[in-house]
């Protein structure tokens, strides 16, 4: 050995440099000059070619798929803001449907067992009037612990569990928050509509809210009146902490507010002097957030963010700029113009659909390949 090492350098040391090759994992391929067969050749210089372009996730091509898309009628609300939320995420959760393998979570569950509780609730008060007074909080939250315990054991959660504990704790203190903020408001509205179903439905109050273009159907969890019911305020519960500002709906793609604020003028013909979100799960500041008119005594006297408060034309302005943009997404949505394109331009953090729509975060969508513009754009 130590004569064939000779041959090829003084030393040792100089010998390995020249006969040891090392490659970094970036060099998957041989240099063209050093490739040890024709098929290491074939792959080098492929490696070199032309690239193929991505077949990137685009809008919807196949006719079947338009045809059926374009039926879709009427459509909800939330359909529409998930949309907006971005439309390549609505076409993963809405069209494709991934099924869970775990159980529904408990934060959805609680949603829809506090949304009964205070649909009951209200419809059969357990006081002389339709929201709790000071003299009969305490009988409100006793009827709504009620109501509260046979809902949960209605939906199979099994009492005396420690998770099942902590739920009905938290759906309690939620509700008590809100019979303890109506008892010490001094306002005049009063609930005059839960639940309040405009669909196809048999058992739907009124018919969907027609737009022209589309169709909207929805259910409006709660609408407080004036005595002579000529004004309302629509409210949505929502059992998490996410409550949008007037100011905000525009920029977080929010329609709900607005497009049942028409609904109920167009089908009801009450005219609409508030949208509200109820915070339900806010503990830090649980004033509703949304819109109402300023200057009407109804809304004067509930307790709200002070620049939630607009001017009449401007809740005018918020119900139109809604329902323009409700038309536009429908129209996108009805034509399958599936992109990847998140609100704001940026993808929530919890979107966990990279797989799917192939987008690389840390490049973004405007600098990856164009969207649907390789191959035959099919999606
Ligand atoms: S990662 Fe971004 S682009 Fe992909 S589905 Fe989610 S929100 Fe949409």
Redesign the pocket.
């Known amino acids: 050995m130590d004569d064939v090492i000779d041959l090829l350098a003084p030393g040792h040391g100089e010998a390995e440099e020249k006969l040891v090759r090392s490659r970094g994992l970036d060099r998957v391929v041989f240099e063209p000059s050093e490739a040890p067969s024709a098929r290491e050749l074939q792959r080098s210089l492929a490696a070199r070619g032309p690239r193929l372009a991505e077949d990137l996730p685009g809008p919807l091509a196949d006719r079947a798929v338009l045809a059926e898309l374009g039926r879709r009628d009427p459509i909800g609300p939330g359909t529409i803001e998930k949309w907006i939320?971005?439309p390549?995420?609505w076409f993963?959760d809405h069209e494709l449907s991934p099924q869970r393998l775990e159980p529904e979570p408990e934060y959805l569950t609680a949603g829809s067992i506090v949304h009964d509780v205070l649909e009951h609730l209200y419809r059969d008060p357990p006081g002389d009037d339709g929201i709790p007074r000071p003299g009969d909080l305490d009988r409100w939250r006793e009827r709504a612990a009620a109501l509260l315990a046979a809902e949960c054991e209605r939906r199979g959660l099994v009492p005396g569990r420690p998770q099942t504990r902590i739920l009905a704790a938290r759906m309690r203190a939620q509700i008590d928050r809100l019979l303890d903020r109506e008892a010490r408001s001094e306002t005049e509205l009063r609930p005059a509509l839960l639940e309040a179903s405009f669909s196809e439905a048999e058992d739907s109050l009124q018919p969907p809210l027609d737009l022209g273009e589309v169709r909207i159907h929805g259910q409006i969890d709660r609408v407080d009146v004036t005595p002579d019911w000529r004004f309302g305020v629509v409210y949505d519960y929502k059992t998490g902490s996410g409550a949008w500002a007037a100011a905000k709906l525009g920029d977080e793609g929010k329609l709900q507010l607005q497009l049942y604020a028409r609904a109920l003028r167009d089908l009801w013909g009450i005219e609409p002097i508030g949208g509200l979100y109820y915070p339900l799960g806010r503990r830090d500041d649980p004033r509703p957030r949304g819109f109402v008119a300023s200057g009407v005594e109804a809304t004067e006297v509930l307790d709200l963010v002070r620049s939630d408060r607009l001017e009449h034309e401007n809740v005018q302005y918020t119900l139109d700029a809604g329902v323009s943009r409700a038309r536009e997404k429908a129209a996108a949505m009805r034509a399958g113009e599936i992109d990847?394109?998140?609100n704001g331009g940026r993808?929530?953090r919890w979107?966990r659909?990279?797989p799917?729509?192939r987008?690389e975060?840390s490049i973004g969508?405007e600098e990856a390949a164009g969207n649907g513009d390789a191959g035959n754009g099919e999606g």
């Open positions: 939320e971005c390549y995420r993963v990847r394109d998140p993808c929530p979107c659909y990279q799917i729509c987008l975060r969508v």
